[in-house]
């Protein structure tokens, strides 16, 4: 079993919808947690990041961290056609760890007008 | 913003020949990562360094070292190249390693293994 779980997808939905993305992993050790989203053959672009339980918001974007779960969330409000790409989670252990991430799968997404 | 710079963009080599890649950080990160992303997957961690020294490593072959450099860029080498190693390279930068480090990738180096 790997260590981050994400669902692959792909997703399809319409423009203008709400979008969740979600990652569980099974390292309580785990500490900081990040999202990446990646266009075909390109590098990933750090788009969220947080250490803590509860909500980050930027724009349109909005991560949610539950680490008694053990379950990340990243949400897309109003989302355009220009979103359509992977979404990796990532995540890091911090303290002695030296920033190795483990990724989730990544989901595709695909927002059609 | 400067961002992480990787070159060559694209490689394409034969079986049991010799790869080099490079990467330059970010101005003043100080820590660089390699990552190896095969078709349909998620990024593997390889191998990081934090102030020219190694600092982790993951699931880098012994066939492949790395090293990082006094002005901060890192080479990737990689030899008696394999098919299976056709993959995405990503290089990634950050300010210091661990705690609340933000990566930020490349637009990584392309190899193809004939």
């Known amino acids: 079993q790997k260590e981050v779980e994400q669902d692959p997808g792909p997703l399809s939905v319409p423009e203008g919808a709400i979008v969740s993305l979600n990652c569980t992993y099974s390292?309580?050790?785990?500490?900081?947690f990040m999202w990446y989203r990646q266009y075909s053959r390109k590098g990933p672009e750090l788009l969220m990041y947080?250490?803590?339980?509860g909500n980050k918001e930027d724009g349109r974007f909005t991560a949610q961290v539950d680490k008694s779960s053990k379950y990340i969330s990243l949400f897309i409000r109003d989302s355009q056609p220009s979103d359509s790409a992977t979404y990796l989670c990532?995540?890091?252990?911090?303290?002695?760890?030296?920033?190795?991430?483990?990724f989730g799968q990544g989901t595709i997404l695909t927002v059609h007008p | 913003a400067a961002g992480v710079i990787q070159s060559p963009r694209h490689l394409i080599k034969e079986k049991r020949e010799t790869a080099t890649l490079k990467c330059y950080p970010i101005?003043?990160?100080?820590?660089v990562y390699w990552y190896q992303q095969g078709p349909g997957q998620d990024p593997q961690f390889l191998i990081s360094?934090?102030?020219?020294?190694?600092?982790d490593k993951g699931s880098i072959p012994d066939r492949f070292s790395a090293q990082q450099f006094s002005d901060y860029h890192s080479e990737l080498n990689m030899s008696s190249l394999e098919l299976g190693d056709s993959a995405l390279y990503f290089c990634?930068?950050?300010?210091?390693?661990?705690?609340?480090?933000?990566?930020?990738f490349g637009p990584g180096t392309r190899l193809t293994v004939l």
């Open positions: 990634a930068s950050s300010l210091s390693p661990g705690g609340t480090n933000e990566q930020f």
């Open positions: 990532a995540i890091n252990a911090g303290g002695t760890s030296y920033g190795k991430l483990t």
């Open positions: 390292n309580s050790a785990f500490q900081y």
């Open positions: 360094f934090y102030e020219k020294m190694q600092s």
């Open positions: 101005p003043r990160h100080d820590t």
């Open positions: 947080t250490y803590s339980s």
